[in-house]
């Protein structure tokens, strides 16, 4: 067939273009066959039939083959890979069978395939129309013998940061990233030497989330990670050095980290402590590393695309997985997977006006519906009035940042959100209570509106309401305030009350209470938390004012409104919106403190702790005591339990005096268990026991020498 007959037709409106791979599954290459049958064929059994059907007698059709490459180009790639298009084979389709699988072509082999640059396509399938300039270019260089104008395509907006002329000095982290997750890869199989290679790092740069943890595994997302986190540009830059020199990474290392959603430092990690862990969940993170890799650079066939849906799938089932896979797909390949960390979610919400599938599990978005949307985003940045043209475009845009000093701490706004945090987590975060009791409590306060936690000294009352309010508050993390009443607290301190201004003059100022509830009315779609520590250590009835009738579950409404006893305008009502929840905790064992009275107590459920030795507490001491074994903690478990016994069975303590198990859960590493004892049993639980028994101080003697006996 010439050359020249195809170029005549290529304006043709009644003519499409298809460009069509040759591959079935990943490697069984169909090349050669379907040259020497004069065929095409749809490897798939019910995918994309309806699209072979379509083919007309008449329509051009090329054989190409889609992957990366970013050295032996033609043009200077400035250390970024470039998406390449070899062409191998063109043809006219002479038949369609009509059956979604097979049509008949006269082929024509090149001798060598003909590689085309950055207008790619990595489907199976490709339909293309002459009409789109960069479409129109695509056509001519396959079927009409065109050369590809390569200056042009490098300085179009999608392109130009990475490969233009003239190069913004933003996004010079990107290429070291891509090459940074090349290297990883080479770890898959080697992760011994990679942790080795990790703990010298994180020795180095005083990296305590790293030191502190038994490190025996690690996933690539967070040695990623190491580098993405909430600390000065000048770190981040030290670590860039360190990771680029054990690495052997020759790409130039990154001057700027603008538009990087960073990690809380908090919650470094994407797989949870080895004892909380599923079997393969580090595996599962590298297979998904991997996948996503050979997804991002390779051919992008149906098959290929399920695989890396499933991954994404069965990843967000694991404890500590959440929007933050976005952010980890962004960072190994930025020009290809979309971040979709909380500011960027707004802004393709709100100034690209693309509404996000949210979908699957944790309140999230599924495998499929993510790659919709960054198909959909990529076809709005060829708009030449897309007000951004790529990924990392994006996330800048997103976070609008200023220029960060070397020694300024990245910005805040930068740091995602790790995912709305799900009582398995918390469980997974060294709880003592079950999951299925966790979410009794949270039915409860979601229908009272108030609870207070109880029980004995060190049973965990405000740890757990505090994660139970990060729980509920979801991503807003400034929708959770925490206070705590004292015997002076007063309604002026937490409701309104007159304060003195710079002017010397009285002004009514907002306690935090009733700044939480003004902050709550004006945003309905979210929950707001107040937790309220030692609240029978005041006097709450006084403290809350007519706040106490407003609260009430039934009242949450503004028919219910009531006039304040400080009022700023003199027809204003204020009531408590049902988006805000009151948590309070209480030691019912301090004999200083009044009782509740009843008014207040009917407002709220009440959810006692009790001391609790289980095999999580084993498994949480084990990790801090060295040399501790199961025997010696079953023992010293014995030893609580018969004192908290003797505790109960007294008629001036009972139950509300026992110990919790906060006094035996060890925060700090000790070399021996005998150590770990001696420092608890004398400078806690001795002191703890002289006050409930000041007249007895050889039985005191006698219980701290029985629990130091195991």
Known sequence: MALNNIENQLDSSTVTYWFVGATFGRNEDQFERFISQRIWENGYENELTDKVQSMKVGDKIAIKSS??????LPFDSKGNFVSVMAIKAIGTITANRNDGHFVDVDWEVFKQPREWYFYTNR????????????????????FGNRTQDLDFFRNEPYWKNRFGDIIKKEITWAPFL??????????KQNRTTLVEKIKIIAEKHNLSYLLNKKLNDICPFTVIGMINRQMTIANRKAIAADLAQVFSIETELPTDFDGIPVLNNMKSWFFSYEQFQQPNDVQNLWNFFESSILFADGEDTVQATQ????????????????????MALFWIRPWDYLSLDCSSRKFIEEELKVKIPY??????????NYLGLISSLKTMFENDN????????????????????????????????????????????????EEERLSKIVRRIKSKKNVIFQGATGTGKTWIAKQLAEYIVGHNKENFIHVQFHPTTSYEDFVRGWRPNSDGKLQLVDGPFLELINRARHNPSQSFVILIEEVNRGNPSQIFGEMLTLIENSKRTHQYSLELIYKKDKNEKIYVPE???????????????AKLDLAFRRRFAFEELEPTFNEVWMKVVKENVAQVTSEQLQKLRFNIEELNNVIKKDP?????????HSFFTSVQTFSSIQEWLDDVVESEIKPLLLDYWPDNESQVSNFCNELKDI
């Open 359 to 368: 979908s699957g599990i944790k309140k999230t978005i599924d495998g499929k």
């Open 307 to 326: 695989i890396f849906i499933d991954s994404y799938n069965n990843l967000l089932k694991q404890k500590g997985i959440g929007w933050n896979i976005t």
């Open 67 to 72: 992957y990366v490459r970013k050295n032996g």
């Open 652 to 660: 001036r303590l009972g139950k509300p005096f026992c110990i919790g």
């Open 386 to 433: 897309s007000i951004v043209k790529s990924f990392p475009e994006l996330s800048i845009k997103a976070y609008d940042p200023n220029t960060l000093e070397q020694d300024e701490i990245a910005d805040e706004s930068l740091i995602i959100e790790e995912f709305e945090i799900s009582l398995t987590d918390i469980v997974a975060n060294q709880c003592f209570i």
């Open 178 to 187: 891509v090459d940074l997750s090349n290297k990883l890869l080479m770890y």
């Open 579 to 593: 988006n805000v929840y009151v948590l309070g905790t209480m030691n019912i064992a301090d004999r200083s403190l």
């Open 123 to 142: 489907t199976t399938l490709w339909e293309v129309k002459y009409e789109a300039d960069y479409a129109k270019k695509l056509i001519d260089f396959t």
